[in-house]
């Protein structure tokens, strides 16, 4: 067969998360960077696709935003990196006793903070090449009235968004496990991918983007006027950004994914199933592992 079975599904999984686990922690913050950058180059790109496609009305114009936007998973599941809100997909190996929850917590920790860093240098690249006015300005138009829907969205509503949104991405990280070719992993970051975008969920690694690019936007008074957000546009702020959507949105993510995708399967397939053994945490034989 040319794919794998639920149960080779979970115990690749697993082996995974444990293999991820023993990266030095200078490699997990480059390849967190790279995700970063990835996803927000699908988010940049989905923006730049969809953002004056309003004639063929909205639902629509969100099936070409998320089409768009799935290429950025493509990048961190086929090229290689590290993806926080994929990696919450560890808490299987943490339950099989194959990881400590300070194994997990530290590569959430390091490669967290290198998706952070990816996102906001390709918004911060974005804004120097000048492409927020493109189309008569009609681009950063768009990066900035996502920002402020995004920031005037109510904490539970960020929550919970966020909750399908990583129930679906880590569907998607999960049936790349499945696929032994390049076609099949675009298909299984392709359908997912695509559904939680034009449902309108939210990501924290891709409102890492999102968010500062719209800052960087609010900073052109062009821009400004083509959005046509009026005093809404002071709504959008470091505080309003971090507070009221990046906390709620990476909470979110972590119980969407670690509930519905992490506990489940690793219920069903791996809780019983002798050919995962249960073992010492990594940090307590990461002096053995060679790097």
């Not at 953002?51 to 070409?64: E, P």
């Not at 998706?115 to 974005?126: D, E, K, P």
């Not at 990280?173 to 099949?184: A, N, P, T």
């Amino acid at each position: 067969m040319n794919y794998c079975t639920p149960p080779e599904i979970a115990q690749n999984c697993v082996e995974a998360q444990v293999k991820r686990a023993t990266m030095p922690a200078g490699k997990l913050f480059i390849l967190g960077i790279l995700a970063g950058c990835f996803i927000a180059f699908g988010a940049e790109g989905s923006t730049m696709a969809a953002h004056d496609l309003t004639s063929l009305g909205a639902g629509w114009q969100r099936f070409i935003t998320g089409s768009v936007f799935s290429v950025g998973l493509m990048y961190v599941v086929i090229c290689g990196a590290e993806l926080f809100t994929g990696n919450v997909l560890m808490l299987t190996a943490l339950f099989s006793r194959r990881l400590s929850l300070y194994d997990v917590l530290r590569n959430w920790t390091i490669v967290l903070a290198g998706n952070l860093v990816g996102a906001v240098l390709i918004a911060w690249i974005m804004y120097m090449t000048g492409l927020f006015k493109f189309n008569n300005n009609l681009l950063g138009a768009s990066a900035l009235a996502i920002a402020v829907t995004k920031v005037n969205l109510t904490w539970s509503e960020v929550f919970f968004r966020a909750i399908l949104c990583n129930w679906l991405v880590g569907l998607a990280v999960w049936m790349s496990f499945s696929s032994k070719d390049i076609i099949s992993k675009v298909a299984t970051c392709y359908i997912p991918i695509m559904t939680f975008v034009m449902s309108g969920f939210e990501h924290s690694i891709a409102n890492m983007y999102y968010l500062p690019a719209g800052l960087f936007a609010k900073t052109l008074p062009a821009v400004v006027e083509a959005s046509k957000l009026g005093a809404k546009v002071d709504t959008l702020t470091i505080e309003t950004m971090v507070m009221g959507n990046w906390i709620p949105a990476i909470l979110g993510n972590i119980v969407g994914l670690g509930v519905f995708v992490a506990t489940f399967y690793w219920y069903s397939y791996i809780r019983d199933t002798a050919a995962i053994p249960s073992g010492k945490s990594v940090s307590s034989i990461a002096a053995t592992v060679k790097k």
